[in-house]
């Protein structure tokens, strides 16, 4: 019942999350919310920007690549000062070169891939003044990104998309900061430790053993790691800790904020071209995906471990419950699981890498999907738009007509930005496994043989080509080759799409728009949702199902023999 | 406007020709020699540089080469079978194109015997005939052409007056008449003159005759892709990008899992991958769907224009000829105060009788049936009046009575210089006519005003449902005419068209066409005069007239040899049929890779992992007669493809939700379920044959 009573609490608070947050994202990037210009000012003053000088798509991507190339260079060189700043009780010194290489990398891409342990390696001051920073600026990147292209349909014959500073600033002003600190006091609250003391040591008499136990400003962080599709936790373990995720309301919170704004986003793009139902279509290919997704993973972690199964114990009332915390219990888990997965969230609750590899299949392929079920903060709305184009593209040219999305023709440049988008992931994912497979620094990664192992480096390359971040665990990935690696396929993942994305963005402003008749392809409908699950579950699947069979479909298939 | 005498020779009824007629001369979809042609014409087309231009057949022929080498290798009854199964689909696609392209080299092949055999009599300024081949005339140089002679050239006549048979052209035997000045003055070189003498300037050069035009058209000689095409072979080739490291990997993926991975299954599954179905009938469809328009006797002068005509959403219809017959008919007789409907009748009868106008002619018509007032013969002493612009009246003389019909004024005006007066109501009565778009033609008696004959402007049969099945293809129809306002509206009424542009000229006509174009829309239309001219260039899909001026058939971007404005409809339905037949075969071919993975993938890894065998759900005997069924289904689905490519898949004019539920499902549903079934079928084949 515990589970009934978790989908539906969530379903109803993401439903009007979706309408009211969804409407006000919408009110903050038209420019009608005004209630923090005392603070916006001053900051366009520093940055030596003009608010009401917009940006073509060209400048615009170049604002935004700036950025996040000076934010890497910063985060970079912050983690290897880090000995010689302040808050830093415990004296730890320099992050090594290609672990912050990577670890910036990751932290302005979104995705938040760890491959270090948080309190063993990262000051105070690295954990706030790097990686908590990048948390609330990574995804305003990312929602400006969705915002700009959302405008290419909005205007018409307009040579211009929005201004990136502006859309930044906004984004974290009104919606990233209010809402992260609000939810970062329920998380103090509830028992998430918050604190700049540095660690404290227990003796523990009994069996004669000193413990130090790992504190810090662990609660605010927790908030945006959620509401930002971050996914970086301060500890080790993530969310499994009761430090990040003390209680099952800061459980059930996290699962509420990592899906808050992916999903409101769809709301915000039906507001913004004039047509809620059009946003509506969109969250109704999300929602399905999702849907099949947590159904599918929740009832395989519920059947019980194959493993245990082989060993004779074919009665498993609790599921598989190897790897997972008690408190949450099979079903919770997989539940967060597959929201962690599917918005590029990556935190995580569990031990993914004991899921039953048919759960497994369920965390890994709602990333191969492209991250847009409901994806990541801004990502997922850029990314099924670009999905959708292509399914545009395809009904269209079904019914007769040159294919039209919002009156706006896609023709060929769309097309190509379109197909660049779409398919740029699949390939450094499939290219990046396939390195790393053939080379020794790649094959000694895993901690598992055979099909098992395979699909922790499939993982881990996915998970950072996807800018998710979660781990599978089992991969050893603080090597010079996969922190490089990784880096790199976090980058491709990251700028290979938003820079499309704005291309898109500026060639849809600058199109006149076809009026809508009878003839019209309609892209706010049942069929149109079922186009637009298709193409994304379609390249999804063609491009990684050999992969996928070597993976986990073998090892599903083997009933838990090990190899 | 319209030339009557190609619209009477038509019939006003006539359906649209259901029979390929004129250039198009009926030929089967698989004429003999055409499949011949096409077979040697499959294998010239190997050439690499003629590959290059379609990535995805490329990527198979590159493919098929290295399982070349690779059987030459490691030869086996299994590496070879795939090789030449691989370059078979290549043949096929080659193939598929070269029988599009055959229709039209057919068709060029006749039209280059026409114009190699004319021969020409210029005229000198001298006035003396020299006779020169056709060939060698310049632009400017008259001719003289009498019975009997071929036009040699395009040109204007600048004398004379003649009947002309332009079959050759138009397929339309019924000869038309073709006279200086004016709009019926432009003749076709290789149409036949069948009566009397004119002499024509010729306005073409050499080369570049509507002859020459429509041979390189037909032939498909400089054939440029067209915007949807380029967009959809963007898409179809990065697909094919990304599929080629899909398969690459699986070498280090199997690797890694200690199998080891055949080249030859590889290329196999990577053929298989990628949009081959699509990518090899891609070219055929483009050339079948101007043929197409062909068949229908259009000429487009670009591909461009036909996909454009799929995307029309405004449709600008000339009246006369297009949504009415072009004649107005008697409908009724309306008597003035103090008369009878009969005496009317039987006055507008006396004063048609010498009338042999189509109007004229119905009103004796009319009476007849409502009354049974029979053509009479007149005493010798009568004299017909004929109608004369100045008058605009036309009537009879004899016995002492002068009947007259004609435009309500001047009918009036006479009358009442006659002595006469005005009955009460007549006034009304002819606005009442108008006002329902009708033409009121005043009868009088002498001085006596007897009442009004109402001429009906006829809407064409049919044309309201054709109308309805636009707008539920979400185009609209704007009526162009000449008339009043309140007689277009009445007329727009009851063709069931959305809207209508009255006193129409040509400047009025651009301007709906510009403002139309700026509310993103595109628009089509017919149009046959000089002064159409500008509007046709403006329009996105301008029909030209056959029988129209030379400067309205250069500023179109098609020709109707037909003249038949009616056919812009079927444009638009040739334009849209264009669009879903490669939307639909896209769709087919990316659906068909599901059943291909489960056909092969099992049987790539089958040895390393036997579980994989689970997803062998189509039972396939054995890992290498998997593979083969895949590729040979592969291969053949391009061949059963061919017919639907060249005929386009079927349209039904309805509204877009309808048919995009009806092509999804057959071809994106049926193209995940059809190969499961036929790749088992060639696998029970191959199992019985013991190939495996």
């Known amino acids: 019942m515990g589970y009934f009573w978790t989908i539906l609490t969530l379903v109803v608070a993401l439903g009007l999350t979706w309408r009211y947050l969804g409407s006000y994202m919408a009110a903050v990037f038209d420019g009608r919310v005004h209630w923090l210009g005392w603070v916006e000012r001053p900051v366009y003053r520093a940055l030596g920007t003009n608010p009401e000088q917009e940006q073509t798509w060209k400048r615009y991507a170049a604002s935004l690549v700036v950025f996040s190339g000076v934010s890497i260079a910063v985060t970079y060189l912050l983690l290897r000062i880090q000995g010689s700043l302040p808050l830093n009780p415990q004296h730890l010194g320099a992050v090594g070169n290609a672990l912050s290489f990577n670890t910036a990398s990751s932290f302005v891409t979104n995705t938040n891939w760890q491959n270090y342990g948080g309190e063993t390696t990262m000051s105070y001051f690295s954990q706030i003044g790097a990686l908590t920073v990048q948390q609330f600026v990574s995804p305003a990147v990312g929602i400006a990104a969705a915002i700009a292209l959302v405008r290419g349909f909005s205007r018409r014959n307009s040579a211009t998309i929005g201004n990136f500073w502006v859309d930044l600033v906004r984004c974290m002003f009104y919606i990233l900061l209010p809402i992260a600190f609000v939810a970062g006091i329920i998380f103090v609250g509830q028992g998430a430790v918050q604190t700049l003391s540095g660690t404290v040591s227990v003796h523990d008499a009994l069996n004669g053993v000193t413990q130090t136990i790992a504190r810090g400003p662990i609660g605010f962080m927790e908030a945006i790691k959620q509401l930002g599709t971050n996914g970086g936790g301060f500890l080790n373990a993530n969310s499994a800790t009761t430090f990040e995720n003390p209680t099952p309301l800061t459980n059930w919170l996290s699962i509420y904020l990592l899906l808050a704004i992916p999903f409101a986003l769809t709301y915000t793009f039906g507001k913004m071209v004039g047509s809620i139902r059009h946003g509506r279509a969109l969250l109704a290919a999300m929602v399905i995906i999702f849907g099949v997704w947590v159904g599918f993973t929740s009832y395989s972690e519920h059947q019980g471990n194959p493993a245990v199964a082989a060993a004779g114990i074919t009665h498993q009332p609790t599921g598989n419950t190897e790897g997972k915390e008690v408190r949450f219990g099979d079903t919770s888990t997989a539940l967060f699981g597959v929201a962690s997965t599917n918005t590029s969230t990556g935190s995580a609750d569990a031990s993914y890498d004991s899921f039953t590899p048919i759960g497994g299949f369920g965390l890994l392929t709602g990333m191969m999907l492209g991250e847009v079920t409901p994806g990541g903060t801004g990502s997922g709305l850029y990314t099924i738009l670009i999905y959708a184009i292509i399914a545009v593209f395809i009904g269209g040219l079904m019914i007769g007509r040159t294919p039209e999305y919002l009156g706006k023709k896609i023709q060929a440049k769309e097309v190509k930005l379109a197909g660049l988008g779409s398919l740029i992931m699949p390939l450094i994912v499939l290219v990046f496994t396939g390195i790393a497979v053939s080379v020794h620094a790649g094959r000694i990664g895993p901690l598992n043989a055979g099909p098992h192992g395979f699909t922790e480096i499939l993982y881990g390359l996915t998970s950072q080509g996807n800018n998710n971040g979660s781990a599978f665990g089992g991969l050893t990935g603080n090597t010079p080759f996969y922190n490089v690696v990784g880096a790199i396929d976090m980058l491709i993942g990251r700028f290979g799409i938003i820079i499309p994305a704005l291309a898109l963005g500026g060639s849809l402003a600058a199109k006149n728009v076809v009026p809508e008749s009878l003839g019209t392809f309609r892209t706010d409908n049942t069929m149109f949702v079922g186009l637009v699950i298709g193409v994304i579950v379609i390249i999804g699947g063609l491009t990684f199902f050999p992969a996928i069979s070597l993976g986990p479909i073998v090892e599903q298939l083997s009933h838990g023999k090990f190899f | ?692």
């Open chain 2, 1 to 692: 406007m319209t030339d009557s005498s190609t619209l009477e020779a038509q019939g006003p009824d006539a359906p649209a020709p259901t029979t390929a007629r004129g250039v198009a001369q009926s030929r089967s979809l698989f004429d003999r020699a055409i499949l011949r042609q096409a077979l040697v014409d499959s294998f010239k087309k190997l050439d690499p540089r003629v590959q290059v231009r379609n990535p995805v057949m490329f990527v198979v022929l590159v493919g098929t080469v290295i399982v070349l080498i690779e059987a030459i290798n490691h030869s086996s009854v299994f590496t070879w079978s795939i090789t030449i199964w691989l370059f078979l689909t290549v043949i096929f696609a080659n193939f598929a194109e070269a029988m599009a392209e055959g229709r039209g080299k057919a068709q060029a092949d006749t039209l280059r015997r026409m114009r190699s055999e004319t021969e020409a009599r210029k005229l000198l300024p001298d006035d003396t005939e020299q006779r020169v081949a056709a060939a060698e005339l310049a632009k400017g140089d008259l001719v003289v052409c009498e019975a009997g002679d071929l036009i040699p050239s395009d040109g204007e006549i600048v004398e004379g007056i003649a009947s002309v048979d332009e079959s050759a052209i138009t397929g339309e035997s019924a000869p038309v008449i073709r006279e200086s000045g004016g709009d019926r003055s432009a003749v076709t070189g290789g149409t036949k003159v069948l009566s009397d003498r004119i002499v024509v300037r010729i306005t073409a050069e050499r080369g570049h005759t509507f002859l020459d035009r429509m041979i390189s058209l037909v032939e498909g000689a400089n054939r440029q892709k067209t915007p949807n095409e380029i967009a959809l072979t963007i898409l179809l080739a990065a697909l094919t990008i990304v599929f080629l490291p899909v398969v690459v990997v699986l070498q280090p993926f199997g690797h890694y899992a200690g199998a080891t991975v055949s080249v030859v299954i590889l290329v196999a599954l990577l053929v298989c991958l990628i949009p081959t179905t699509i990518g090899a009938l891609l070219s055929a469809i483009g050339i079948a769907g101007m043929d197409r328009l062909v068949q229908r006797n259009v000429l487009a002068m670009s591909g461009r224009a036909v996909e454009a005509a799929g995307d029309v959403q405004t449709l600008l219809l000339d009246k006369t000829g297009t949504i009415t017959l072009g004649n107005r008919m008697a409908s009724g007789f309306f008597p003035a105060a103090g008369h009878t409907e009969e005496e009317v009748a039987d006055a507008a009868q006396l004063a048609s009788l010498a009338d042999e106008t189509p109007e004229g002619r119905s009103i004796v018509v009319l009476a007849k049936e409502r009354f049974q007032i029979r053509e009479r013969t007149l005493g010798a002493a009568h004299e017909f009046v004929p109608f004369s612009a100045n008058t605009r009246m036309s009537g009879l003389d004899f016995d002492g009575r002068s009947i007259r019909k004609g435009a309500a004024d001047s009918v009036r005006r006479w009358a009442v210089e006659q002595g006469g007066s005005i009955p009460d109501g007549l006034d009304q009565l002819v606005t009442q006519i108008a006002r329902v778009g009708s033409t009121p033609l005043v009868v009088a008696d002498g001085p006596i005003i007897l009442g009004v004959i109402e001429l009906k402007d006829v809407v064409k049969q049919g044309i309201k449902e054709k109308f309805a099945e636009m707008r539920q293809m979400g185009i609209r129809t704007v009526m162009i005419t000449g008339d009043n306002p309140l007689t277009a509206a009445a007329i727009a009424e009851e063709a069931g068209v959305d809207d209508y542009l009255a006193e129409a000229t040509p400047e009025t006509k651009m301007e709906l066409i510009k403002s139309e174009q700026e509310g993103g829309k595109l628009v089509a239309m017919t149009g046959d005069g000089t002064n159409d001219a500008p509007a046709l260039a403006q329009a996105d899909v301008g029909v030209a007239m056959n029988t129209g001026t030379t400067a309205a058939k250069e500023a179109g971007n098609m020709v109707d040899l037909d003249s038949n404005p009616t056919k812009l409809i079927d444009v638009v339905e040739i334009g849209k049929q264009l669009l879903i037949t490669r939307g639909s075969l896209t769709t087919f071919s990316i659906a068909n890779d599901v059943a291909k993975y489960f056909a092969i993938i099992p049987a790539l890894f089958v040895a390393t992992y036997p579980q994989l065998n689970t997803l062998n759900i189509m039972k396939l005997h054995s890992p290498q007669s998997a593979v083969l069924s895949a590729v040979i289904f592969n291969a053949l689905v391009i061949v059963a493809l061919i017919p639907l490519a060249l005929r386009g898949v079927k349209f039904r004019a309805s509204g877009s939700a309808a048919i995009l539920r009806r092509n999804v499902f057959i071809y994106g549903v049926g193209g995940i379920i059809a190969p499961f079934a036929f790749i088992k079928l060639i696998d029970l084949i191959l199992t019985a044959l013991h190939a495996y």
